[in-house]
């Protein structure tokens, strides 16, 4: 959350000449309702099957980046499901980042709390390790989007020389 994992998304897809397609966006668009509506009427373990259907079935199975909500690769099994469908990168940046960059906008239901910031670093202490699990690892801290961009598409060219489906 807040890492920029769809500005990075779009601009890596377009560089690649692939699709991008932003999980959050397809499942507000299916459900006709935006995620923080979805988490206030029918709960965030709703929200969490919805994820998993659109990984499952929501998208391409070939030509495309998907960027995933923050949450996703936490839940049981997903990370060995995300790791079938096709390379994945984790980006990461600095709690204070993303407490600066996710202070503006209202629309994340996990941070309509008492205390934002301390519900940022708690989620990080929690996923952190299983996002070093899930795949490769790029800090957003500090650099460019295009050097992050370039580095997230040779990660993905190299990564995809050695998945096998």
């Known amino acids: 959350m ?16 692939l699709r991008f397609i932003d999980s959050d966006h397809q499942i507000e668009k299916e459900q006709g309702k935006k995620i923080h509506e979805i988490f206030a009427n029918e709960g965030e373990s709703h929200f969490r099957i919805l994820e998993r259907q659109f990984i499952e079935y929501g998208h391409p199975e070939t030509g495309c980046v998907v960027s995933c909500g923050g949450g996703l690769v936490v839940e049981p099994g997903m990370k060995e499901l995300l790791k079938q469908k096709g390379v994945v990168i984790c980006l990461f940046a600095s709690a ?13 239901p ?12 708690e989620l990080l202490k929690e996923r952190e390790p299983i996002y070093m699990e899930s795949g490769a690892c790029i800090m957003t801290e500090d650099r460019t989007i295009t050097e992050v961009v370039r580095h997230i598409i040779r990660t993905y060219k190299a990564s995809k020389r050695s998945f096998r489906k």
Do not use: M, Q, Y
């Open 2 to 17: 807040g890492v920029g994992k769809s500005a990075f998304g779009r601009r890596a897809a377009r560089e690649l000449g």
């Open 96 to 108: 204070e980042s993303i407490i600066e960059r996710t202070s503006r906008n209202k629309g994340r």
């Open 110 to 121: 996990l941070l309509n709390v008492d205390d934002p910031a301390a519900k940022v670093r």
